[in-house]
């Protein structure tokens, strides 16, 4: 009985299959993986890499520089850091081992600043404000994306000025930076007499006069959206102040206005001044309407204006049965026997001044003449 167990357990042992070993934390790599989990870089890490670059133990790469400037790498970091130099190394010609590339048309400081990124990501506050633009123009080049978004992030924050603003949009427009490209614009369109008298702006006339014409043509669209925002605001003020006018006549003729009177009349201690801000105002032109002796609309300008305030409430009013707004009743006959045209400009502006303000979802005329029947 027991050899059978035994033999039973040793042949469950065999069929079983063990199972894998948990998976290991991802704090390690192998060759051609990517590192992944925690950075604890330290700062005496970042000096090594600066003391790799400055002394450049066994470098095996010159790089050629301006006015015959070196500058000595490794082509390995060189290679990682970047695809184009990657692929410039490889297609370079050694000698003794050693291989050589050249980087002009930028100052030597600024490519070793431009180096030494590649080494530590690190740079100095003052050579970042000096190279800023040839960092930008390298990083873009080389394909170092780390590099070009500190650049970008540096000119957004502070290095971007009325100044360079020219130099950087244009930048900006070859580097392939629609967010930086966006700020310069922006910049240009609210101070264009400012950036119009920089050396950057001339400069850019007799070398692209194509952008110099975009950017005017886009100062005068601009000019023209930016009036058209200032003459609808004043139509808006316009109509407001016709429909608080229309409030306070309708207080007035309905409830008696007891804070106004004479323009010398002075407020009781006591006497809370009246909510509608118009009325002041309408009860002086209703006392002059019903004193002047032209009153003919076209004779006196201010009875004209009392005669357009009447016209359209009566369009305004919804019951002119029940209104107590003088001629309120006889406006709505007139209106059956005016022309198409003047019934169209008076409906048009009735419109606008419901759809500039209303209280409580409708318009004030609607509840007001309702509560008083």
Not at 109 to 122: H, T
Not at 269 to 298: D, I, M, S, T, W
Not at 325 to 334: A, D, I
């Amino acid at each position: 009985m027991d050899s059978n167990c035994e033999g039973s357990h040793l042949v469950s042992e065999k069929i079983t299959p063990v199972a894998p070993p948990l998976p290991a934390p991802a704090t390690s790599s192998y060759h051609g993986s990517r590192v992944r989990g925690y950075c604890c870089v330290s700062t005496a890490t970042k000096d090594l890499w600066e003391r790799l670059f400055d002394e450049g133990y066994r470098a095996d790469v010159f790089v050629n520089t301006v006015n015959g400037g070196i500058i000595y790498a490794h082509a390995n970091i060189l290679g990682m850091a970047s695809p184009v130099m990657k692929g410039m190394l490889k297609n370079s010609k050694r000698r003794d081992r050693q291989r050589s590339i050249s980087i002009r048309g930028v100052p030597h400081d600024a490519v070793r600043v431009f180096i030494r990124f590649l080494y530590s990501s690190c740079y100095e506050k003052e050579e970042m404000e000096e190279f800023v633009l040839h960092l930008l123009v390298l990083s873009h080049v080389f394909v170092v994306p780390q590099l070009k978004q500190e650049c970008m992030r540096q000119l957004e924050q502070g290095l971007l000025t009325i100044e360079n603003v020219i130099d950087i949009f244009q930048l900006a427009l070859l580097c392939d930076a629609p967010r930086l490209s966006f700020m310069c614009h922006r910049m240009i369109m609210r101070n264009f007499k400012a950036v119009s008298a920089t050396e950057g702006w001339q400069a850019m006339k007799q070398s692209h006069p194509v952008l110099e014409r975009k950017i005017l043509d886009s100062v005068t669209v601009e000019d023209d959206r930016q009036k058209e925002r200032t003459r609808k605001s004043n139509e808006r003020k316009i109509y407001l102040q016709l429909y608080e006018a229309m409030e306070a006549l309708v207080h007035i003729c309905r409830d008696g206005c007891q804070t106004i009177g004479p323009h010398d009349k002075d407020f009781k201690a006591n006497q809370v001044p009246c909510k509608y801000a118009a009325c002041k105002g309408l009860e002086l032109l209703v006392r002059h309407f019903a004193g002047c002796k032209l009153r003919v609309p076209g004779g006196c300008v201010h009875c004209k204006r009392m005669w357009q305030l009447l016209e359209l409430h009566s369009r305004l009013c919804a019951n002119s049965d029940v209104c107590r707004v003088p001629l309120c009743r006889n406006f709505k006959e007139k209106i059956r026997r005016q022309s198409k045209k003047d019934e169209m400009k008076w409906r048009i502006l009735a419109e606008k001044l419901l759809r500039t303000k209303t209280i409580a979802g409708e318009p004030f005329f609607s509840w007001a003449l309702a509560s008083s029947t």
